[in-house]
């Protein structure tokens, strides 16, 4: 869904906390408008003000703040104000606090700490939503609800004890069925009854992995459906625009592919930790959660938060070196975004976050570091409003799935200390980037039709019939990338009997047999498994591998690699077998991210998946997003040095060359800088250390 017919620049404005200084609204907004900025979030933990005391609301000091920045060319994204109930309520109704897992009722404070179950908070909530409905939901000035924030947590209370015992009798019908798929029998943990099921805890039940499993789903949908009550009493009061609510980075506390059927347009928070050794890396962590939530829905996101200068809450409130802010908004359009916004606008105060960056800081200045580079993204933004509600294509696909993390996460063994997940889909999500190609992120329910590779590291857990799509898509041509550890487990967290990965086995022409496990110190290799020069480069030379080493047979696959060392020294280590039309590769093994690179770029070339540039320098990241009218090509380098870039050979190849205008981040953001680029093969794009830019091809 398009919001906007332009890129939205702003962020989270808390007006409220300055209402006793009325001039700093005449000040903030003079401000906002040099920036350039043209949305902000307001309302999102404004309860206490918008109803002071229960049954006594007051919205008209809000509806004259979203007027002022109307009337100024600055639209609202209005927020529920349920993450952060008043003082009152929570001291008249205790019942809304949460329980913890070791059933203590948890105080006043903090945020987020609310029990999704309870009748009389979601009544609460509705009232004060509907309220705001009531007043704001024809409001031109407002363009978006923002559904709460950061939906996060869980509450083991009576009430949720009760809700998760209906969702597992609705879930098996019968306590039989409840035992067999959390295989109770186990150390004689069987119920008699759902009336004895209980939550996980650490002072109760917590080795039955199936339980806890049931109630990571129960949670994340009870989540999901204080989001929809949440939405219900905004269309109740008149509510007529889209809906959205701030997602958060690598969070696995929700499923978000479920919480993205019920809004309209999807939004997260993005704060990369800037401190470590290698920032393209750290962008890379979050280039791969733009991808993930542009998959969602298949449509352009906002970034809905992220951070102008250091971020309080970090290990080290690390500063941006000039540049990076402007890279980071960028890398998050290039990626699907359709905004970049900061919390916050203006720094507050006190309390905890008073140390956090923001557009405005204490001083009130417009000429600190800060303001000035996020004056010019504002600048960039507002200078390519062509680009809101392009879209991103790509031919290749990455498989990351809640659900299967949170099996691996909750299996005892085969390695307890680190499994690796998340690192290994970040492996995988760079060798595809430093192919120079746009991959999508998506979950075992995505649709596979349009993709020519699909990757599928360590999917441990095999549910919505996954195996049986991926099957059809190698059949029907497409060439997959399976791993270790791989089609054990149904969505019970039950092992398959019989031959794995369950129902491919024939398509990856090998079965699994056992797998081994090392400590990060320990390696072992993957050595050629013969000197055919007609094999691919890479499975010409050895490299290292670690963490996991999985002995597999062979049933009809040609092993490429095999093990160099241990007693299985010799045995399949990479495998290629061609099923139906297509190809299906196993990685046994772990192997270096640069021998990943090397097989990864050239499983996309047999599939004549082009890269968008030639021989991608390091510390540069390329993407691309497009219409039906032109390609807009990002390039970015986050490296200290210029870098010189080929063009992509669609271009340098054609006979007639195609209209290619340059935008390059400048002193007044971005900016053109001719509108015809000679098309030439031997004369490559120059791009400045720490800087973006953007090719439209017509």
Not at 54 to 71: A, F, K, M, S, T
Not at 548 to 564: F, K, N, S, T
Request: proline residues 5%; contains cysteine.
């Amino acid at each position: 869904m398009k919001i906007s017919d332009h890129l939205l620049f702003g962020g989270d404005y808390n007006p409220e906390q300055w209402m006793d200084e009325p001039g700093i609204l005449d000040e903030d907004l003079r401000l906002m408008k040099k920036a350039g900025i043209n949305v902000v979030s307001l309302g999102i933990f404004a309860w206490a003000e918008e109803e002071p005391e229960e049954g006594h609301y007051d919205l008209d000091w809000l509806e004259e703040i979203i007027g002022r920045l109307y009337q100024n060319g600055i639209s609202t994204i209005l927020a529920t104000p349920s993450g952060a109930r008043p003082r009152w309520l929570a001291e008249k109704y205790p019942e809304v606090l949460r329980v913890d897992a070791y059933g203590r009722r948890q105080k006043f404070g903090e945020r987020e700490n609310h029990c999704m179950t309870s009748p009389l908070y979601r009544e609460k909530v509705r009232l004060i939503d509907r309220k705001l409905a009531e007043r704001f939901g024809k409001n031109p000035a407002v363009i978006l609800w923002h559904i709460s924030n950061e939906y996060n947590g869980e509450c083991h209370c009576p009430l949720c004890q009760d809700a998760f015992r209906k969702y597992v009798k609705n879930k098996y019908r019968t306590v039989d069925a409840l035992n067999h798929a959390w295989w109770t029998k186990f150390w004689s943990h069987t119920y008699r009854s759902f009336d004895e099921v209980e939550s996980p805890s650490p002072i109760g039940e917590g080795s039955v992995q199936g339980l806890s499993l049931d109630w990571r789903r129960y949670t994340s949908d009870q989540e999901t459906d204080f989001m929809k009550a949440e939405i219900s009493a905004l269309r109740e009061g008149g509510a007529t625009q889209p809906v959205t609510t701030n997602m958060m980075y690598n969070f696995d506390g929700i499923n978000y592919a479920s919480m993205a059927e019920v809004v309209d347009v999807i939004s997260w928070d993005s704060y990369p930790e800037w401190y470590g050794d290698d920032i393209f890396l750290e962008m890379e962590k979050h280039s791969f959660c733009h991808d993930y939530m542009r998959c969602l829905k298949d449509q352009s996101f906002l970034l809905m938060e992220s951070c102008p200068g250091g971020t309080n809450w970090q290990p080290y409130s690390r500063l941006k070196e000039p540049g990076l802010l402007s890279n980071e908004g960028m890398n998050a359009i290039s990626h699907g975004a359709d905004s970049v916004q900061y919390f916050q606008i203006r720094e507050g105060r006190g309390s905890f976050e008073k140390l956090h960056g923001a557009l405005i800081d204490h001083t009130g200045r417009d000429d600190t570091r800060t303001f000035l580079e996020a004056s010019r993204i504002g600048a960039s933004l507002n200078a390519l409003p062509e680009l809101a509600g392009t879209f991103s294509s790509s031919r290749a696909a990455l498989f990351y799935d809640i659900e299967n993390r949170w099996a691996l996460d909750l299996s005892a063994g085969p390695r307890n200390e680190n499994n690796g997940y998340m690192d290994l889909l970040q492996d995988f999500y760079h060798a595809f980037r430093r192919a120079a190609v746009n991959v999508d992120v998506i979950d075992e329910t995505h649709d596979l039709s349009g993709y020519k590779v699909v990757a599928a590291p360590m999917l441990y857990m095999f549910r919505a019939d996954v195996e049986k799509r991926l099957r059809k898509f190698a059949e029907d041509g497409g060439t997959l990338i399976l791993t270790f550890w791989s089609g054990l487990v149904d969505e019970n967290d039950l092992l398959f009997l019989g031959d794995k990965p369950h129902g491919l086995t024939d398509a990856a022409g090998l079965r699994f047999g056992e797998i081994d496990t090392f400590p990060d110190h320990r390696r072992n290799c993957m050595v050629p498994a013969s000197a055919d020069p007609s094999a691919p480069g890479f499975c010409l030379r050895e490299t290292s591998s670690f963490r996991y080493c999985e002995l597999d047979h062979l049933d009809g696959a040609e092993p490429l690699m095999v093990y160099g060392k241990d007693f299985y020294r010799g045995r399949c280590a990479f495998t290629l077998n061609h099923f139906g039309k297509g190809r299906v590769y196993y990685l046994s093994t772990w192997p270096e991210r640069g021998w990943l690179c090397d097989m990864v770029k050239e499983l996309l070339r047999e599939q004549d998946i082009e890269s968008l540039v030639d021989d991608l320098p390091e510390k540069v990241a390329v993407s691309e997003r497009q219409n039906t009218h032109s390609r807009y090509l990002f390039l970015q380098n986050f490296g200290e040095s210029e870098k010189q870039i080929r063009l992509p050979a669609s271009l340098r190849k054609t006979d007639s060359p195609k209209p290619v205008r340059i935008y390059t981040s400048g002193a007044h953001g971005m900016e053109p800088d001719c509108g015809q680029l000679p098309v030439d093969a031997a004369a490559p794009v120059e791009i400045a250390p720490m800087s973006t830019m953007i090719l439209k091809i017509s």
